[in-house]
């Protein structure tokens, strides 16, 4: 039954993501400019080299993950902010990951002790590891990549780790069939995140992409959650509550 499981989620991820790569798909990579990578692993016991263990070529995978992530964000290659260089670091530290810097140069940090403990909670599914990090991966990817009305981070985090999570999601990297009523829209990662994703599906196409766009940081706009009522033409209390009473229908 575990393997069953296991197997059916990851066709799941693979089915889910070629679609909403099909979806996303007007940036070419020919056209993409990549971001240098410069991984460093600062834990040589067994839980940092699981990383390299399961990832294989980790710098290929940052510059992967970079271009799907902005597949979801952006429609043309001019759009993006200039992320020339993604410096990557495995250590062992409380917490899971974490994004610093602006572009030109983005720092990620990633817990080899919070690999390990994943690790021996999917009795040691390296599939499902994997799956796990580019999920997390793809989630600081959106931020150094993502729009935050001038690093207002600290006034519309909510939105702002929302969209990263979105991302994640449309990438595959989250099961949105998990999703369950109750909480806030402002209530940041995966509540928001699903409700983002069924909006995109069934209410307003390019929903992210234009959430994103509405969070330029000089266009002169100061972002609120009207932004949403601008871009769907309705009011965000009211798709929440259409949300809440509807998400059981929308199953991928």
Request: with cysteine; glycine share 6%; net charge negative.
């Amino acid at each position: 039954m575990f393997k069953s499981n296991v197997i059916s989620k990851i066709t799941l991820v693979i089915v889910f993501s070629c679609t909403c790569l099909n979806l996303f798909s007007q940036i070419n990579k020919a056209d993409f400019k990549e971001p240098r990578v410069d991984f460093m692993n600062l834990d040589s016991t067994s839980k940092g080299t699981l990383y390299v263990d399961i990832t294989k070529n980790p710098e290929d995978l940052i510059k992967k993950t970079s271009f799907k992530v902005c597949q979801v964000l952006y429609r043309n290659v001019e759009e993006i902010p200039n992320v020339e260089m993604v410096k990557y670091t495995v250590s062992d530290y409380n917490g899971i990951s974490a994004k610093g810097g602006i572009p030109p140069v983005i720092n990620i940090s990633f817990s080899s002790g919070y690999l390990e403990k994943k690790y021996n909670v999917t009795n040691r599914d390296t599939l499902q590891l994997l799956n796990e990090i580019v999920g997390v991966l793809s989630h600081e990817l959106t931020h150094a990549y993502q729009w935050d009305d001038g690093d207002r981070y600290s006034e519309i985090g909510g939105v702002i780790e929302g969209i990263a999570d979105a991302v994640r999601t449309l990438l595959g990297y989250k099961d949105y069939n998990s999703k369950k009523p109750g909480g806030s829209y402002k209530d940041a990662y995966s509540t928001s995140a699903f409700f983002f994703v069924w909006i995109e599906r069934n209410i307003q196409k390019d929903f992210i992409y234009k959430l994103n766009q509405s969070m330029l940081p000089d266009d002169g706009v100061k972002w609120t959650w009207k932004q949403v009522e601008i871009i769907t033409g309705t009011p965000v209390e009211k798709l929440w509550e259409q949300y809440q009473n509807e998400m059981h229908l929308d199953l991928i």
